[in-house]
């Protein structure tokens, strides 16, 4: 193998191992938005067991948490996308949950089998590399 032709397959390498730390960081953000999600369905099926008029902390954000009373539990604000928010009730919200679930463990699998292409292009070239450095 001539140095141009190494030099190529170094840089193919290089372009592997860096996409392969672009599907770790959306794998980290993917796994972050999921957990998210599961805590979230997690406290819906709370609020289904809470007395109406019961008193609560309710989240604010950035773990800000307000005293308030519960005085109606028959639906909950739903952000469908876009800036809009939709009211569901709490079975219709977890099911509206589950399927933003099922949606990020596809995009998952789909990070995960492009992952081990990657992995297994690099591995190649690795042999290719270390085959050309033994002759």
């Given amino acids: 193998m ?4 190494m030099q190529q397959k170094a840089y ?14 959306q794998a ?3 796994q972050r938005q ?4 599961s805590t979230v369905k997690a406290s819906l099926e709370e609020l289904k067991k809470t007395k109406v008029q019961g008193d609560a902390f309710i989240s604010l954000g950035a773990g800000i ?6 005085t109606d539990i028959s639906e909950v604000l739903v952000m469908a996308g876009a800036g809009i928010a939709v009211k569901k009730s709490i079975d219709d919200a977890i099911a509206f949950l589950d399927d933003k679930l099922e949606i990020l463990n596809n995009a998952f699998d789909s990070l995960d ?3 081990k292409k990657i ?3 690099a591995q190649e070239l690795a042999n290719q590399v270390q085959g050309a450095g033994r002759k």
């Fill in 12 to 25: 193919e390498f290089e372009m592997h191992k860096e996409q392969m730390k672009q599907i770790q960081m």
């Fill in 65 to 70: 948490f307000a005293s308030g009373k519960i």
């Fill in 113 to 115: 089998a492009e992952a």
């Fill in 2 to 5: 001539d140095q141009k032709t």
């Fill in 34 to 37: 999921a957990q998210e999600i």
């Fill in 28 to 30: 980290v953000q993917i």
């Fill in 119 to 121: 992995d297994k292009m």
